[in-house]
């Protein structure tokens, strides 16, 4: 827990939490509520559901949430509100961007060197490279070694891999004759 604040007629509580996950983070926000639905056997879970159903509850949430598999990136902030047995979601700011190399590092998802693209690639290959001298000069070798057969057919795709799969990267591009079989 960050914070606590115990106030007169209500009481806030600040956490930190960093998932992954099947489901944008947006539907979390639909069921968060839902545990005040369920019938409990346990006596003390059934007092405090009865306890809490009869309370406004209200949760906000600032978050930034990555789906690779629709490609996008949103920065949000959402109130959600349990009062009389209904939920209401109320979006306070949202901003989405597109799912890039950038963007990922500029939202702390990933760190540089644990995600690349072609683009991305093609734009900072020697800095890239040079980033794996001293932690991982196996993989250094094979960037330099490789130069000249990978860099000139690095594309604009931004099409985001994660460093354990840049040969399926590599080999996804037809114009690496190297790295195709």
Not at 65 to 90: H, M, R, S
Not at 148 to 173: G, K, Q, R, S, W
Request: hydrophobic share 35%.
């Amino acid at each position: 827990m960050i914070e606590e604040y115990d106030l007169n007629d209500s009481y806030k509580a600040t956490f930190y939490f960093a998932a992954v996950g099947r489901w944008c983070f947006e539907n979390n926000l639909n069921w968060f509520f839902d545990c005040l639905k369920i019938d409990y056997k346990e006596d003390f879970l059934k007092e405090l559901k009865d306890n809490l159903k009869e309370k406004t509850i209200t949760a906000f949430f600032d978050f930034v949430d990555a789906e690779p598999g629709c490609a996008f990136i949103a920065d949000q902030e959402v109130l959600v509100t349990y009062k009389n047995n209904e939920t209401t979601i109320d979006v306070q700011n949202n901003y989405t961007c597109d799912y890039t190399i950038q963007n990922l590092i500029d939202y702390d998802i990933y760190g540089r060197n644990e995600i690349v693209s072609e683009k991305w690639l093609k734009e900072n290959y020697d800095r890239f490279t040079d980033s794996f001298k001293t932690n991982d000069p196996e993989f250094y070798q094979f960037l330099t070694t490789h130069k000249d057969a990978i860099y000139p057919h690095l594309t604009d795709d931004e099409c985001v891999y994660e460093l354990d799969e840049f040969d399926y990267m590599l080999e996804n591009n037809g114009n690496i004759p190297e790295f195709n079989d």
